[in-house]
Structure formats: structure tokens, C-alpha cells
């Protein structure tokens, strides 16, 4: 299988120097991606007053962090033993988190080298659960699976009807999950992000709610090379009469502090997420239809 034969090829490189040529490979050849264009129209809403020059520059190293993140996850397994490439800063709830004293939603986005987030608390010996969006192709998101089973001791769940059981299971049993949380979600809500309005992801905030459980949002800062500063913030969803507006709030919240961390290595985010972008038109159909039976019932 050619993935099984890139993953044995990429591993006989050193990871310092496999990182440093898929990065340089990444931002000379992805400008005539299709997707660079979209990431200079994002960047440039977010940050209307920056210049067209900067923009570029920014985009252009978004897409080397992209090209150093593709070359490390073959690498993930060492990556994760070699602590002397992290440092790792928290508050108190982050702390207890890594000591595996506090259940908790560990929340990351797609920053720095956004799979190595959960390394800090690993090292601890703390067993965590994942959540992801397996690939299409079986055999490709096995490998993926296996690169990745280090970093999640505590299992490795992808999204489907069965997740939401072992996730709340998990979290009322002490654990702790870890899932990404910047993504478009257009089944979601809409939170301001960068001056506008953006569909967000209410899952850690509904789940952190059901289950009484602090979110710590995780970010990586690729520092220089393959080096890297992992930081913990925790927040608390609030408890009301109205759960909608505490879910909503909370993600917000999140949504405000990933602007914050953005805005400080804007390089370093995936900007080719269409997180602006309106519902499909079979969304939006199912979202009318909804509306349409709810004023019925109330009629």
C-alpha cells in the first residue's frame, strides 16, 4: 500500500530534517492550490486592515506549519517520548488535568502541531480518548489510527451513533477526551469570530455541560523547527435554567479565546477552513423543514 510504503520511507528520515523539507516543500509548491486562494479571501476578512503583503507572508507560513505537521505525524510515536521539545505552561485546572485529577473536555484547533496538544498530559501516564473524523478509506485511516495510538491510550473514537455513549461513559468515569473544536459546524450555532458570525461546534460545550466537567482549551506553538509550547486555559460552561443559552455562550467563549491565540501566530492556523461559509443547500433545506414542523406543532 502506498501510505504504508510513505510512512516506512518517512520514518527513515530524521524527524528535524523531514519536518524542514515538507515545510519548504509546502510553501513553495502550494501557492498554485486552489485553497491558497481561499486562505488569503479568509485572511483578509479577518484582518481587513492588514496589508496584501502581509497577508501573503502569513499564508505562506501556513502552509510550511502545514507541510511540518504532515512530515511529524509519521513521527508522532517519538515526537511523544522526546519531552526536551515541549514546554508546557497551564492554569490550575490545566495542572490537575495533567495529573490526571480532573475530568475534563480537552479542546484543541488546528494550530502549531495541533496533534502533539495532548503530549504534556500523556507524559503524565494520563490515558486519554480521541475523537475524530475517520477517513473514507478504510486502510488509509487504519494507518492513521496506528500513527496516532500513542497519543490515545484511552481509545480512539470516530463520530458516529455509538461516540456520544462512550464519550459521556468515559467523562462520568473520571477520563478525559480530547477533540478539536474550530471546525464549521453548520448543524451548530453561530458565534462571532474575527467581526462576523461563524458556525461553531456545540458538542464540547454540550457535553461539558451534561456532565458537570470543566473544557481546558489546548493550544500548540511551534516555537522554532520542531519545537513546541503547549498551553491549557480552562473555562466552565454555565449551569441555568436555559441549557441552549449556556451551551451557546460557552462556545462563544471558546470561539473568542481561539481568536485571541489566532491573532498571536496567525501563520500558524489552517486558513483554508471554510468556517464563514453559509450551510449547503440540503442543510438548509433539513434546518426549513424543521422550522416549518415546530410552528406547525405550535400553531
Known sequence: MILNAAV???????????????????????????????ALEHLERAFPSMSEGERARVVSGMWENLGRVAAETFHIDRLLRQDYRFEAV??????????????CILVSFHSGNWELCV???????????????????????????????????????????ETARKILATLKSGGIIAMMGDLREARGVQ?????????????????????????VLGRVVREKGVRFRVEGQAITVPHT???QADIQVATAQMHAIFE???TEHPEQWMWIHKKWAPPGKSLLRRQQNRAAAVNSFNS
Not at 504534556?120 to 489510527?145: F, M, W
Not at 462571532?192 to 458538542?203: D, I, K, S, W
Open 8 to 38: 516506512f520511507l518517512f520514518r527513515l528520515i530524521p524527524v528535524d530534517a523531514a519536518s524542514y523539507l515538507m515545510g519548504k516543500s509546502w510553501r513553495l509548491f502550494a501557492p498554485f492550490n486552489a485553497r491558497h486562494k481561499r
Open 90 to 103: 497551564g492554569d490550575e485546572t490545566t495542572n490537575a488535568m495533567l495529573d490526571g485529577k480532573q475530568a
Open 119 to 161: 503530549q504534556p498530559v500523556v507524559r503524565r501516564g494520563v490515558d486519554i480518548t480521541g475523537v475524530y473524523q475517520a477517513l473514507r478509506n478504510p486502510k488509509a485511516d487504519e494507518v492513521v489510527r496506528n500513527l496516532r495510538k500513542d497519543l490515545y491510550r484511552g481509545g480512539l473514537l470516530s463520530k458516529g451513533p
Open 191 to 215: 458565534v462571532p469570530f474575527f467581526g462576523q458570525m461563524a458556525y461553531a461546534n456545540t458538542v464540547p460545550a454540550s457535553l461539558a455541560r451534561s456532565c458537570n466537567v470543566p473544557i
Open 241 to 243: 435554567d436555559d441549557r
Open 260 to 262: 485571541e491565540w489566532i
